[in-house]
């Protein structure tokens, strides 16, 4: 079910694309009277870029700790200053890289971290890979990642506030958008009375 704050007219929903190098981030908005949406915000975060901060837990910890380290201190900076009613991330796929689904589990384990600090009582929830690139029209196929962006640029009620072109967005901030997206199918069935 659907917890909607009371005398609040937009829905916030912030969506992730995981990644222990390159994570994509965005944040949509669903009005609650028009079901309009709106893309407020858009981009990937480096773990390595950011980890440079921070040389002596890098040299300490190893790279993808200190990688997850500060993607755990970006995301909960980005939850603070977007302050959703939602989060939503890709769920790990265990594919034919045990080693990429080991680093996606901790991933998803950092996202949760973050969360818990900035919501405790705010649940991490999570899409597999295949459904949210459906919900926004994409044939979900091998190698189909141009298919996700073409996708997403036909959807005619996405309103692009971030100021930056969705062309130029890399695959994990369109992923990010994909997942988002799948958020808000939900949320606009429940809005239409259809759940």
């Known amino acids: 079910m659907l917890t909607v704050p009371q005398g609040v007219g937009k829905y916030r929903i912030c969506a992730i694309d995981p990644g222990t190098d ?26 390595l870029r950011m980890s440079r901060k921070a040389p002596d837990s890098f040299t300490i ?3 993808r700790w200190a990688k997850l380290f500060m993607h755990e201190q970006n995301i909960l900076h980005w939850l603070r200053t977007y302050q959703p009613h939602a989060l939503i991330c890709e769920s790990p796929f265990l594919g034919r890289f045990p080693q990429a689904f080991e ?10 971290r973050a969360l818990t ?5 705010m649940p991490l929830e999570t899409i597999d890979p295949p459904s949210a690139k459906s919900a926004v029209g994409a044939l979900v196929k ?10 997403i640029l036909k959807l005619t009620h996405l309103n692009n506030l971030t100021g930056t072109p969705m062309e130029s967005f890399d695959e994990h901030t369109i992923d990010a958008i994909a997942v988002g997206y799948y958020k808000y199918t939900l949320v606009r069935k429940w809005l239409l009375g259809e759940v």
């Open 103 to 112: 680093s996606l589990v901790e991933c998803k384990a950092t996202i949760r």
């Open 142 to 151: 091998k190698g189909s990642k141009d298919n996700v962006k073409e996708s």
């Open 61 to 63: 910890h190893g790279d």
């Open 117 to 121: 600090q900035y919501d405790a009582f």
């Open 22 to 47: 390159t994570m994509g981030l965005a944040v949509l908005d669903v009005d609650l009277r028009t079901c309009g949406l709106d893309l407020v915000s858009a981009y990937t975060s480096s773990g």
